[in-house]
């Protein structure tokens, strides 16, 4: 099976106070996304491709609430907190944290954990407190990942090695990989690999020789779990990263990058064509 995941991080925020959006009102953003998309995903079969719409919070309920009856489009949310509530247990003392059971109650069906910047945050906040220990991230996220999965979720977990680390960069996987994932049910994860030294404007990314050593490494460390290209599926590189036999799919961002940079739906779906429908 193919996976097209859709981060929309906060793509959210209108122009007007710095952000991207400029496709639909706040309030109407998220159900905007999902009713201008889930009809044409109706061409591709559910048994063939999983589509995947991770939403800042604000909008989980109406992109759920806009999903047709046999709609192909998942809804996920950016990440839940380590701990959650329990039945004769903690009942809900979780201020400005988003639990996985909330997360399942609001409609999700899966969660994006270890993206770079929870990572770069996570790291930063250690730093604060004194914290030199370079696996405190790794456990931090396994315990997020475990009860994602506790909660009925699936999860898609990010690794990657920054530009320091490219020289170790088979350490550095095989850190993450090992520290996330222990003790955990893999058949509900899916690994993103994201070059964090190749993102960003002036970047050179990866070409498909590097794609393909970085998913057959990861693939054999974890007994061939499905690998998506996280360093950003788009319109340019879409048929190169469908050639790639070791990668299952892409994750979705930005889709225009001048001009009236930001997220298009129109845009995405072509991105979906062109990765999906090779000649």
């Not at 999903?67 to 400005?96: H, M, W």
């Not at 393909?212 to 190169?240: F, H």
Request: with cysteine.
């Amino acid at each position: 099976m193919k996976h097209i995941f859709l981060n929309l991080k906060r793509f959210d925020i209108p122009r007007e106070y710095g952000g991207v959006n400029g496709v639909a009102p706040m309030e109407e953003w998220g159900s905007y996304i999902v009713q201008n998309t889930q009809e044409k995903l109706k061409a591709y079969g559910a048994e063939d491709v999983e589509f995947v719409m991770y939403f800042p919070e604000a909008h989980l309920i109406p992109a759920v609430k806009a999903l047709c009856e046999d709609s192909p489009v998942k809804i996920g949310c950016q990440g839940v907190y380590r701990d959650d509530t329990a039945e004769n247990g903690n009942f809900g003392a979780f201020t400005t944290n988003r639990t996985a059971n909330a997360a399942k109650a609001m409609g999700c069906s899966s969660v994006i954990i270890g993206h770079c910047e929870e990572r770069k945050d996570k790291a930063g906040i250690l730093k604060e407190a004194g914290v030199t220990d370079e696996g405190a991230v790794g456990r931090l996220l396994n315990q997020e990942i475990k009860a994602a999965i506790q909660a009925g979720l699936t999860v898609i977990y990010c690794i990657g090695e920054t530009a320091g680390e490219q020289e170790q960069w088979q350490e550095v996987l095989k850190s993450q990989l090992e520290t996330g994932l222990k003790d955990v049910d893999k058949e509900k994860v899916v690994i993103a690999y994201e070059p964090i030294w190749a993102i960003g404007p002036g970047k050179t990314p990866p070409d498909e020789a590097y794609i393909t050593k970085i998913g057959s490494y990861i693939k054999e460390m974890t007994g061939g779990m499905d690998v998506v290209y996280g360093g950003g599926l788009k319109t340019d590189n879409a048929r190169m990263l469908a050639s790639v036999p070791v990668m299952d799919g892409g994750l979705i961002a930005l889709t225009r990058f001048q001009g009236e940079i930001g997220f298009y739906p129109e845009e995405y779906l072509e991105i979906v064509r062109t990765y999906l429908e090779q000649d």
